[in-house]
């Protein structure tokens, strides 16, 4: 018989690769808890109504659909089956599928629900989410987000918050982060002041090749892209853009100075660092014009974050989008937020080797099973023991000592107690502290008191 | 445009809702933690080869299929694809299916890492599953199960924890519960000493029915269903039996004095009664013939947990099951496992209303917005709150006071502090308990030791 598998692109988790996970979702949503967000749960499945044309065309393709219980052919006569594209006939035969992030989902939640939110509205969700993508290493079909979003509130005070978020969760992971910010009316402006609007990701994509191709290649590129030798004139003093945050955007200042939304974008900018330095964040916090995450999705705030001691992708990303819920009919609901990437957080912990000690909640005490009259002493003081809160597993079979000793090394069981016969008439537990080798004769209580 | 809605069975969890689910699955998980068992996680879609024919005919129908991304025509020709029945063309079209329980995909990650574990092996798994039942009250197309499992070891003070489990859960909860046990050699037995092997299930429903409609009716309908005079005389002491869990068990013992497997079911129903009672639980345990839980599929050990003050189904259920991973080509691996029903567990908190208010971890402490000034004032003191663990939130906008306190009772906020420029000059906060309306003019230190 074949040794059975799971789909390609998805993964089981083992009880250590649990415990690490926890201990990334905890700290998280500890963080979320802290500001003020409450958490909801959507369903895995949604109506396709509401997933299709969210993602763009490429989107719509990565789509898991979920073929129609019952009879798939229903309503479709044999001569339209033989000449349906296998797309046409997936909209006919399938009416869900599932959620491909929590953003389109969370949008569906906020319109049908409106009546009973109260707004603003602070929420967190934590659920995987699935795509069709091809499998590579570090991309996954099944993998979880950890969003955080406010809708309904135009006020920059919440990209403070979430910047103070991030902030947190990395000190409380002990990951030193840069987080990179830029605004999406900034990127409008230089485009309206170029007279290129329609060329802002080619922009974009050049600046950030500044440092590895130098001027002259960036400009050839751009040049390539379409842009006209006047643009690109214009365009110098932003690609050569310097200095600290507040140098930059006093340089902006003048290079926008003829963009109304150009400048808007920059006392947004200026509001979120005026609130933010005083509270001295431990994370570096940097203007970088080369953001622009989504462009077609966000509208002001755009913020990214990067690990400095593990080369690898940006590990959270968000900004703010208007009209979040319009999609669905619901106009006039702004939202801004941020999702964590906990499956590239969790390498980053395994490589710079940071996960705490307790981050695996095992057995902290196992007793070694002598037998029958053994089993009938201790099964009474085993439930004292875990009354008082201490994880304890009794092994379940007398087979040989060898044995119980592995289990409890290969599950890191930090104690072992011993109770034979000896023990049973003196009233005592032996108590092994396997890292030591050490064991010391001790009461019940004494036990306890030692290991709460 | 049409207001967004979801696939039916399927739901959304408001905060207030998921508050108290997440306290319904954090107590279970810490119960099964003070027991070691270990947290695993499958991915939601398994190959279809893993899930079909494991659940019968009737659950082959009701898994979710996902249809092949690309092209799901692949190896259909036009020919095939009009003769083919929707069920064929779903085992063509669709490699994967959603999860359908627990259990199967434990077998099949047991069989598929054995290498790697260390028998025996407890593991507890909290994730959705998905049936494509016909939706109603209280039954889903999504819900989640809360299993634990121990493989590799037949002994049966597996079993007498897992007794300890339920009751511990259930006394945490608040709960009044049964918890009722059978054994399905017990059954095997009492088919054999009648001679109607396969009549068990039968037996077991017309057993079920004395109380209602008596021992005449039980007897007509015992012969309906095709059982002999002489097997239903034969049958009249086990219909009868009556009595506490001993007497039961002592009456039992002359039934079944024929059968080797009948007594062997008695024995292993006697160890668990002689361990379980010195450790005084606080649930009923109580020996319930007419209990048979999927016969087909438990061979030793059979549980079902009864709340007694809610009219409702089981709340949990489970047993022991010889070959778990047989199917997967793994043979000899035994286990023994429970599931509680988060759902039924949900209503039957509400009915008696039995949440602890700290179910809801909501915000503690909301700070009023007065503007500008009073913000950059406040934001790193709240910083500072913050760092001391108290969830606490600056309303993001300036508008109206009534808005404001309006919110801090939506969420039930139960402190609000208002900083205004008097409290400013003073160094104070005007701290309010929204319960009783007071207000007081507190230090930043004094109103971190007071919500502490």
Request: aromatic letters at 8%; charged letters at 25%.
């Amino acid at each position: 018989m074949q040794k059975p598998s799971i789909p390609k692109g998805t993964r089981d988790f083992s009880p250590e690769e649990m415990a690490k996970r926890n201990y990334i979702f905890d700290t998280i949503r500890e963080v979320y808890h802290l500001y003020g967000y409450q958490q909801i749960e959507t369903p895995a499945m949604e109506n396709l109504s509401t997933l299709m044309g969210k993602y763009g065309e490429e989107g719509d393709k990565l789509l898991f659909k979920i073929l129609n219980s019952g009879d798939c052919f229903a309503g479709i006569s044999p001569d339209e089956l033989t000449e349906m594209s296998p797309t046409k006939f997936a909209a006919k035969a399938c009416e869900k599928g599932l959620r491909y992030d929590l953003t389109v989902p969370f949008a569906r939640y906020v319109t049908q629900h409106r009546g009973d939110l109260f707004f603003p509205f602070k929420r967190y969700q934590i659920q995987p989410v699935w795509r069709a993508d091809r499998p590579q290493k570090g991309r996954y079909r099944e993998f979880y987000q950890c969003d955080a979003d406010v809708v309904g509130s135009d006020s920059l005070l919440n990209e403070v918050e979430l910047v103070q978020i991030m902030d947190e969760v990395f000190r409380r992971f002990g990951i030193r982060v840069c987080i990179k910010m830029n605004n999406r009316k900034i990127l409008t402006g230089i485009a309206e002041i170029i007279g290129a609007a329609d060329k802002i990701v080619d922009i974009t994509v050049a600046i950030d090749k500044l440092d590895k191709i130098g001027l002259d290649n960036v400009n050839a590129e751009l040049r390539e892209r379409g842009l006209s030798d006047e643009a690109i004139e214009r365009l110098r003093p932003v690609i050569l853009l310097g200095g600290t945050n507040r140098e930059k955007i006093s340089a902006l200042k003048e290079i926008l100075s003829a963009s109304e939304v150009g400048l808007k974008g920059i006392e947004e900018l200026e509001f979120i660092l005026d609130k933010v330095e005083p509270l001295a964040l431990r994370a570096n916090l940097e203007l970088d014009l080369t953001l622009a995450r989504g462009l077609n999705y966000y509208t002001g705030a755009i913020f990214e974050v990067k690990a400095l001691d593990v080369q690898i992708g940006s590990i959270t990303g968000g900004g703010r989008y208007d009209n979040l819920t319009g999609v669905f009919g619901l106009q006039g609901v702004s939202g801004v937020g941020i999702s964590f990437g906990a499956d590239r957080i969790y390498d980053v912990l395994n490589q710079l080797d940071l996960y705490p000690q307790e981050a695996s909640r095992t057995t902290q005490l196992l007793f070694v099973n002598f037998g029958s009259a053994e089993t009938d002493y201790l099964l009474p003081i085993i439930a004292q023991i875990r009354a008082a809160g201490i994880r304890t597993e009794l092994f379940p079979e007398s087979g040989k000592l060898k044995k119980q000793m592995s289990y409890a090394n290969v599950k890191r069981v930090p104690y072992v107690a011993l109770v034979g016969a000896t023990e049973m008439e003196a009233g005592l537990i032996n108590l092994k502290e396997m890292s030591t080798g050490e064991q010391t004769q001790v009461s019940v209580d004494e036990l306890i008191a030692r290991l709460r």
